[in-house]
């Protein structure tokens, strides 16, 4: 049903990049700014990016969002075992005139 | 900013799911107070939101089931949802939003089982 595509898993070593991407539609993040959810299991989801690229207070600087046409990524930099995690981008949809997720990203270390 | 929720977590199909989430240590008004589920193993999805002065927006493929209601004097807002089948079985978030979106305060959330 989620109107967003992610990959369903991305990895690295600890200290490497990961960037998992998030595609749409013109409906959605061709005119809507995305945000990015990071979800631990048995937790609630907590906000980790907002307005394609806002850091809340408490997400390092090595975190980063970027939002192109009607895709968007979020990139880890440093990978660290406090990382691993599932990662949801979310947009509103003018269309459905409602909030869409993504399909979700586990992020492992290696 | 402090989301506490609450509710029955067994239901029998046919039944109507209600869950309440009681918002604390901000501001109710001003804001978008949405309901979100996950169903065990899956993924997100948003079921709708609903503003200080009652004006609702739903999820269209859930719109037939489901009512957001909300009691400013208590700062409570709630979600029931009819009809329930196996399909329904998930885990239930409420959380604050911002227009477009923008979800930065989640409750605990609440696992909701329909099973005969």
């Known amino acids: 049903q989620s109107v967003l595509t992610q990959p369903p898993s991305a990895s690295g070593t600890p200290g490497q990049r990961v960037t998992i991407s998030c595609s749409g539609s013109s409906s959605n993040i061709g005119s809507n700014t995305v945000d990015w959810y990071k979800q631990v299991p048995g937790a609630a989801p907590t906000l980790f990016i907002y307005t394609n690229n806002q850091r809340p207070s408490g997400v390092p600087a090595r975190i980063s969002g970027s939002r192109s046409g009607t895709s968007a990524s979020l990139a880890i930099s440093g990978l660290q075992s406090e990382d691993e995690a599932d990662y949801y981008c979310?947009?509103?949809?003018?269309?459905?005139?409602?909030?869409?997720f993504g399909t979700g990203t586990k992020v492992t270390l290696l | 900013v402090q989301l506490q929720q609450w509710g029955a977590g067994l239901l029998k199909p046919s039944e109507t799911l209600s869950l309440t989430c009681a918002v604390s240590?901000?501001?109710?008004?001003?804001?978008?107070w949405n309901w979100i589920r996950q169903p065990p193993g899956k993924g997100l999805e948003w079921i709708g939101e609903?503003?200080?002065?009652?004006?609702?927006l739903y999820n269209p493929s859930l719109k037939s089931r489901v009512t957001i209601s909300v009691d400013t004097s208590k700062s409570h807002f709630s979600l029931n949802l009819t009809s329930v089948t196996a399909a329904d079985t998930a885990v239930y978030f409420c959380?604050?939003?911002?227009?477009?979106?923008?979800?930065?305060?989640w409750g605990q959330g609440t696992l909701v089982t329909v099973s005969s």
């Open positions: 979310a947009s509103w949809d003018d269309s459905l005139n409602g909030y869409v």
């Open positions: 609903i503003v200080h002065s009652g004006t609702t």
């Open positions: 240590g901000d501001s109710f008004s001003g804001y978008f």
């Open positions: 959380a604050r939003g911002e227009y477009g979106g923008l979800l930065d305060s």
